[in-house]
């Protein structure tokens, strides 16, 4: 069973910063899709960007810019650095992960057919 561990959510005031983390067991970058999906209403998650074996495989277009997606494979684990936190970068970010297609852009959360972290908090402060 994949799992998927998140970490390095918190609070910061508009124009900082942070980076999230996500290491996975049982799965590997070398055939699998990875990222980030931010949580909205009614439960909809939109990628925010996700990698494969050789890099970035998505980025949204409205974040390209501010957020960075990076990736260590041997650790299987992905990054994301995101700058320049607006208010409207609030709320629960989850990594995903699927084995045989590129992570969709739109799906509702925690839905079934893909592994997912717990999920971490980010609250950016004006």
């Known amino acids: 069973e994949v799992q998927l561990v998140e970490s390095g959510g918190g609070s910061v005031q508009a124009g900082g910063s942070l980076r999230l983390s996500c290491t996975a067991s049982?799965?590997?970058?070398?055939?699998?899709?990875m990222g980030w999906y931010r949580q909205g209403p009614g439960n909809k998650c939109e990628l925010v960007s996700a990698?494969?074996?050789?890099?970035?495989?998505y980025y949204r277009d409205s974040l390209k810019g501010r957020f960075t997606i990076s990736q260590d494979n041997a650790k299987n684990t992905v990054y994301l650095q995101m700058n320049r936190l607006q208010p409207e970068d609030t709320g629960v970010y989850y990594c995903?992960?699927?084995?045989?297609?590129?992570?969709?852009?739109?799906?509702?959360?925690?839905?079934?057919?893909?592994?997912w972290g717990q999920g971490t908090q980010v609250t950016v402060s004006t």
């Open positions: 049982g799965f590997t970058l070398e055939e699998g899709d």
């Open positions: 990698v494969g074996r050789d890099g970035p495989t």
């Open positions: 995903a992960a699927e084995g045989t297609i590129y992570l969709p852009p739109v799906r509702l959360c925690l839905a079934p057919g893909v592994a």
